[in-house]
């Protein structure tokens, strides 16, 4: 039976006070890794290969944490996606909460799409999925 | 002084674990600093023999095509130190590898005795993506380093053979 949210949560929290060297209060749902939580490029990482482990589960490359939009200039113009790098991007992303970078999609907010949250729904996804 | 901070393999097992040994010797300049008149071994330079175990380790499982750079110390915790005459052995396994990154796992002895834990992430550092500043050439895995392996391996092979007679 696949764990509970909050016990999917619960793990989460452990693997990113560990990556990331923070206080277990601090990995609410709603923290962002970068902004709130101070992860450097390095750190997505090493959070993939903790949640493999924490979990038994496969992570191929830029699937949670997707790096070629920003890469591809035809999704990015004046430091905003594109409408059509937007639709890549949510397609690529179901597990990120978009509500709030959709009203302003500048490149330098992409961070704040990688919460504690968009972590949890997409290893819930993956648990579901196996 | 060269930057080679173990002194041989004595286990290889590839793409799995690795352990090497360090002497620690007065020969070494800056244990006369650190600290006059008692010498201790820089914990900062033990990680640097993990790092150097557990990098050849990785770089092996690569072929060595890869430049493989010490990225993230995830933990480093020593209950004792080492000073001349002590000798350390580093115990280093593979605990993820992709083509992007590993993650080792490692404990220090000294004397047989445990002493430490380090675990490390290494990134790989392609030498087709054309980062800047970056050789051409594998900058990381210099022939001092393989020497250390090849001097490993024929060991075991002499080893082999005289108990093969």
Redesign the interface.
């Known amino acids: 039976m696949a764990p509970s949210r909050d016990e999917v949560f619960s793990k989460v929290q452990d693997v990113l006070t560990d990556a990331l060297g923070v206080d277990a209060e601090e990995v609410t749902p709603e923290a962002t890794l970068q902004g709130d939580l101070g992860a450097e490029s390095i750190d997505f990482l090493d959070i993939v290969f903790r949640l493999e482990k924490a979990f038994s589960i496969k992570i191929p490359k830029g699937e949670l944490f997707p790096d070629d939009v920003m890469n591809n200039p035809e999704y990015v113009e004046n430091n905003r996606i594109t409408s059509t790098g937007l639709v890549r991007l949510k397609a690529m992303m179901p597990h990120a909460d978009f509500s709030a970078f959709e009203k302003e999609p500048v490149v330098s907010k992409m961070p704040d799409l990688f919460t504690v949250k968009t972590i949890v729904n997409y290893v819930e996804t993956k648990l579901k999925a196996a | 002084m060269r930057w080679i901070w173990i002194d041989g393999f004595v286990e290889f097992e590839s793409g799995r674990r690795a352990s090497a040994v360090k002497n620690v010797t007065l020969a070494e300049e800056h244990l006369h600093d650190h600290f006059p008149g008692f010498p201790v071994m820089p914990a900062t330079l033990i990680i640097e023999g993990m790092a150097q175990t557990a990098g050849i380790l990785v770089g092996e499982s690569k072929g060595f095509s890869e430049n493989v750079i010490l990225?993230?110390i995830?933990q480093a915790e020593f209950s004792d130190y080492a000073v001349p005459g002590d000798q350390l052995r580093y115990d280093a396994q593979v605990?993820?590898i992709?083509?992007?990154?590993a993650?080792t796992t490692g404990t220090v002895s000294k004397n047989g005795k445990p002493m430490g834990r380090v675990d490390l992430?290494f990134?790989h550092v392609n030498q087709a993506e054309k980062v800047q500043d970056l050789p051409d050439h594998n900058f990381v895995f210099t022939d001092q380093f393989l020497t250390l392996l090849s001097n490993f391996r024929r060991r075991i092979g002499e080893e082999s053979r005289a108990a093969h007679g």
């Open positions: 990225a993230k995830r605990e993820s992709d083509d992007r990154a993650a992430i990134s």
